[in-house]
């Protein structure tokens, strides 16, 4: 538990996120209503693509959240396949993520946008080290 706390105060600080947001490799969009709150968002990333993907033109969908008490109203699905056009126009051809093995609701979801399963991986949280799957997809 100590290890998951550490790993998300550095991969959420304020200092990450900022300069993740300026850089060109990152994509962060944001859905909120038109007062402005937040229900979900998602980040998709330029990263090091592990073998079972195999495509120079892949991108990884790192994160994908939506806020308590709105899932299951189409926001996920409206960040992904946003983010799936705004990254065929930058040239990409394929996206891909890691998801928990129990995280059975996320693979569901996944299957149904169309990814299916190609490897496994591992996954640092902080010093510790899990294992996940990897979905893909073409866009």
């Keep these: 538990m100590e290890e ?20 060109s ?16 968002y998602a980040k998709f990333l330029r990263s090091v693509v592990p073998d079972c993907v195999a495509h120079n033109e892949a991108i990884e969908l790192q994160r994908l959240y939506v806020k308590d008490g709105e899932k299951g109203k ?3 699905r409206l960040l992904s396949r946003n983010g799936d056009s705004i990254s ?11 998801v928990w093995n129990g995280n059975t609701t996320a693979k569901n979801i996944y ?29």
């Design 74 to 76: 189409g926001i996920g």
């Design 4 to 23: 998951l706390r550490a790993y998300v105060n550095d991969a959420f600080s304020e200092k990450v996120i900022e300069r993740e947001v300026e850089s």
């Design 111 to 139: 299957m149904k946008w169309g990814y299916t399963f190609c490897g496994e991986d591992w996954y640092e949280v902080g010093k510790e080290k899990r294992k996940v799957l990897v979905m893909m997809k073409h866009i």
């Design 88 to 98: 065929r126009e930058k040239g990409f051809r394929v996206m891909w993520l890691r």
């Design 25 to 40: 490799e990152v994509l962060y969009l944001i859905c909120k209503d038109t007062k402005g709150e937040i229900y979900g």
